[in-house]
Structure formats: C-alpha cells, structure tokens
C-alpha cells in the first residue's frame, strides 16, 4: 500500500507543467488532511513544486531564464474553480475583448464569483472577484456571459452600440431552443429592465419565441436611452429603446 506521500508524488506526475492545484485534489485530504499538507509543504522545501498562495501550489517549468509561473490563463482558471467546483467566469472588459466588442486589453481581469469580493495581483496580471447571487455552472455560464454584456453595453469602451448590438445578436443567433429559454429565465430572475428590454429586441429581431414572463416583466411606460439607429433595429421602439 502506498504511503501520502507517494501517492501525493504520483498524482502530481501526472499535473502538467505551470498546472495550479490545492490539497484537495488529493484524495487522501478528506482522511488524512494533516499528513497531505504535511506532505505537500515538504515537496515545496524540496522545490519540486512553487507555492502561488497560502494553498495554492504549481508545477514549476523549467526555461532557459530559469523557473517560470504559471500562465495568466491557468491563474484566471485556479480563479474561477474552488474545490473542483465551476464557482465564476470572466466578464468586464476582458469579456468584451474576448467577444470581439473592443480591442482593448485590460490588465485587471474581473471574474463574477459566487463568493465574496477579492483582489489578487499575480504581477503579470491583476484579478478582481465581485460577488454574484447567480448560481454558476458550466451550462449557464455562456449565457450568463451574454447577459453581462447586454447590462452593460452603454460602457463597452471604444465601441459603437448598434455594432456591439450586432455582435451580440450574431452570439445570440447561435442558441437553441433550451438556451433561449434559459437566457430569458436568467435575465427575468437577476438582471435589470434594461437588460431584458435588450433581450426582448435581440430576440424579437431574431424571430425567436418570447416569453410572456419577459414581456409582463417591463413597464410599459420606462424608456431605455441607448442611442440605438431605428434603421438598424425597426422594432426597437416596441421595446422602449430609444
């Protein structure tokens, strides 16, 4: 029978190099959790493996410059996991460079978190968690991207919002029925009226089904000031966008 140790040496053979990962990806961590951060720091004084944070460790990789960190996008992939668990995404404006709606590049990445707030600077990047009541999973978490931009699509920056808006309606265009659906749950359930007034249009343009819920959530006399060009979105006055 193997001992932590070993056992601990042999799973991490198998991480690839610059991987992050805690002591519960361990599976005697839930038995024996002295033994396996006991373990884990001795592997540290041994520098086989760097520590990132209190309880955070990666596997070093070796460059004619010496031992390099891990890359910024498997720090913002530790970021957004906990316990092995999908926990947040991107959004901001790093979500608006990665969506083709602005070419610029932030340095502070925000991650919407089911968590509290946190700010982590890894040197080459800087990462912000804001705290949302959405509960995040894999099968949502495009959506909810989605959702973010429409809330905010007044302050992408550089950007011409009937273009963004058609970006969006392209993104939009490529959901299936279930997703729809899901899309309109979401943004009836923890987003703003003018982020629902967008959807309804988006979708209305798209000749998607619209639910009644959507519809019966906006009040009919609030108007959304976004600028749009009539000639581009023709129902936009049906949906109070001005």
Not at 37 to 43: D, G, I, M, T
Not at 218 to 233: A, E, F, R
């Amino acid at each position: 029978m193997l001992s932590v140790a070993q056992t601990i040496q042999q799973k991490i053979d198998k991480f690839s190099e610059g991987q992050i990962f805690d002591y519960q990806v361990f599976p005697g961590f839930i038995k024996s959790p002295e033994a396996v951060v006991k373990a884990v720091n001795r592997l540290v004084e041994e520098k086989k493996i760097e520590r990132l944070e209190k309880g955070k460790f990666y596997i070093p990789k070796k460059t004619v410059l010496g031992l390099s960190k891990p890359s910024d996008s498997e720090l913002i992939r530790s970021e957004i996991y906990k316990n092995g668990q999908l926990r947040g995404y991107v959004t901001g404006m790093a979500l608006h460079n990665q969506l083709g709606l602005t070419t610029q590049i932030p340095r502070t990445i925000t991650i919407a978190f089911n968590g509290g707030r946190q700010i982590k600077d890894f040197g080459t990047i800087r990462i912000r968690k804001i705290s949302t009541n959405v509960p995040v999973t894999k099968r949502n978490v495009k959506l909810l991207q989605y959702l973010d931009v429409l809330k905010d699509i007044k302050k992408i920056s550089g950007s011409d919002i009937n273009q963004s808006l058609v970006v969006m309606s392209r993104y939009l265009s490529g959901l299936n029925t279930s997703q729809q659906k899901e899309l309109m749950r979401l943004a009836v359930n923890f987003y703003g009226p003018q982020a629902r007034a967008i959807v309804g249009l988006l979708f209305n343009d798209l000749e998607f089904h619209i639910t009644k819920t959507l519809s019966d959530s906006l009040n009919p006399v609030t108007v959304y000031k976004l600028n749009v060009d009539y000639s581009i979105w023709p129902k936009a006055a049906e949906w109070n966008i001005r």
